[in-house]
T-cell receptor
Framework: AQSVTQPDIHITVSEGASLELRCNYS??????LFWYVQSPGQGLQLLLK??????LVQGIKGFEAEFKRSQSSFNLRKPSVHWSDAAEYFC??????????FGTGTRLLVSP | GAGVSQSPRYKVAKRGQDVALRCDPI?????LFWYQQALGQGPEFLTY????????KSGLPSDRFFAERPEGSVSTLKIQRTQQEDSAVYLC??????????FGPGTRLTVL
């Protein structure tokens, strides 16, 4: 079965520092890959997605992610974190059976 | 334009009560999905509709859970004889085709 691993439950980053959130997936072929962000009490907002083509994808709010087939990874990055980026981040895959399979999430804390 | 809306946003039920959760997808979106998000976890797939047809209900945890989308637009998730383990946030998502899903704010269900 398909699975998604986000190995970091919590990450604390200083405001203005760079950020990388890790995501690994288990699937035989290349799935559709997504990053969503969830603020407290809110639904999921799509940050970016990868279907095919250029392996470095740009998203909203200054986020980017890189697909690495050899590592089955789709890590999320941001060069300079803002306090408003504090939230829960979810990596998800769609293997063509319509449903999304999510990781357990990484909670980002931003320190002053 | 309007996004996915869900009502109620919060629902408290006594164990054994029936509840109904509503989802209004983005206008024109063919596909509609329901997910369950337990505290501290990523969302988990419950069921999927394409128009009025329920194409996948493999994630429904028991026969107490029932979903419908009779006219291919609004959907209702019904939970009969609620149990404490049903306490979670229920997320609805819609998509124009089968790639990118857009989520609503969710309904937080608490079963006492």
């Amino acid at each position: 079965a398909q699975s998604v691993t986000q190995p970091d439950i919590h990450i604390t980053v200083s405001e203005g520092a760079s950020l990388e959130l890790r995501c690994n997936y288990s699937y035989g072929a290349t799935p559709y890959l997504f990053w969503y962000v969830q603020s407290p009490g809110q639904g999921l907002q799509l940050l970016l997605k990868y279907f095919s083509g250029d392996t470095l994808v740009q998203g909203i709010k200054g986020f980017e992610a890189e697909f690495k087939r050899s590592q089955s990874s789709f890590n999320l990055r941001k060069p300079s974190v803002h306090w408003s980026d504090a939230a829960e981040y979810f990596c998800a895959v769609n293997t063509g059976f319509q449903k999304l399979v999510f990781g357990t999430g990484t909670r980002l804390l931003v320190s002053p | 334009g309007a996004g996915v809306s869900q009502s109620p946003r919060y629902k408290v039920a006594k164990r054994g009560q029936d509840v109904a959760l509503r989802c209004d997808p983005i206008s024109g979106h063919v596909s509609l999905f329901w997910y369950q998000q337990a505290l501290g976890q990523g969302p988990e797939f419950l069921t999927y509709f394409q128009n009025e047809a329920q194409l996948d209900k493999s994630g429904l945890p028991s026969d107490r859970f029932f979903a419908e989308r009779p006219e291919g637009s609004v959907s209702t998730l019904k939970i009969q004889r609620t149990q404490q383990e049903d306490s979670a946030v229920y997320l609805c998502a819609s998509s124009l085709s089968t790639d990118t899903q857009y989520f609503g704010p969710g309904t937080r269900l608490t079963v006492l």
